[in-house]
């Protein structure tokens, strides 16, 4: 069993792709045609990860030049793979953007603002960078409710580990709800706060195609799991097996979740 705090793990980006970049890349262009915001204009995707919300930027969004900032060179390096030279990719934390003031017409966030440590000291950079009447926009996953395949993971877990609760996404960031992010959006001064729920399909071909990427060790689901012992490991295993709702031809079937918000800068 876990004896202390696993650190959620950002390294890998193949092994987070597998895990749960592939459902990014299913709402990110989603949350990019709920923004509305108009062709040839500036982006900014802070902690951009393997390049999902860049890539649907570029594809659905018609813009005049696409930024991404992350911290982990293994994910930024998926990233650049995945884009080459449409985007232009800066290793920094979101808390101290290499950005000019007033530079961005959108700055944007998919998946980040649970794990930064500082919310409120992002938000103000993001704020800074943005341009005056710019946008700002953010979506996290809904882990206490709708996030299906972590919700799943997390109730066995907890059940054959107690321990496990103090991992659990859903326990950790009250933030990842509508009004979470609505309160935190107006308290840093943003106006025209609001919110939308996207939802996604997340079908795996059978349970292994549902439980590998679990042993990537990306992410804090992931981390969490391999910091056990074999037996553990196990013992989740065959609690899911047993419970997840698999189709007669063994596929399994699942929703995923994000809460979206966004926010004007200046007006």
Request: hydrophobic share 45%; aromatic share 10%.
């Amino acid at each position: 069993m876990a004896q202390e705090r696993v650190p959620d793990r950002w390294q890998h980006g193949r092994a987070y792709e597998r895990y749960v970049g592939r459902w990014s890349r299913e709402v990110a262009p989603r949350f990019v045609e709920w923004l509305a915001v108009e062709p040839r204009r500036r982006w900014l995707d802070v902690g951009c990860g393997t390049g999902a919300l860049c890539e649907a930027i570029v594809r659905v969004a018609a813009p005049a030049s696409v930024d991404g900032i992350d911290p982990s060179p293994g994910f930024l390096e998926t990233a650049v793979d995945r884009l080459g030279g449409r985007v232009t990719f800066h290793r920094a934390d979101a808390s101290a953007l290499p950005i000019d003031d007033d530079s961005m017409d959108a700055v944007v966030s998919g998946l980040v603002l649970n794990f930064v440590p500082d919310v409120d000291a992002a938000l103000a950079e993001m704020i800074r960078v943005a341009a005056e009447g710019g946008v700002v926009g953010a979506y996290v996953w809904d882990y206490a409710e709708r996030m299906e395949l972590m919700r799943w993971f997390w109730d066995a877990a907890v059940e054959i580990d107690p321990a496990a609760e103090e991992y659990d996404e859903g326990r950790r960031f009250p933030l990842c709800t509508a009004d979470g992010l609505a309160e935190r959006f107006a308290a840093a001064g943003f106006a025209s706060v609001e919110t939308t729920g996207i939802e996604i399909p997340t079908r795996f071909e059978d349970f292994e195609d549902y439980w590998t990427p679990f042993l990537g060790g990306q992410g804090a689901a992931p981390a969490y799991l391999v910091s056990l012992d074999e037996e553990v490991q196990r013992q989740i295993r065959e609690l899911l097996r047993e419970r997840l709702p698999a189709a007669s031809d063994g596929s399994i079937s699942l929703v995923a979740r994000a809460w979206a918000v966004r926010g004007t800068v200046g007006t």
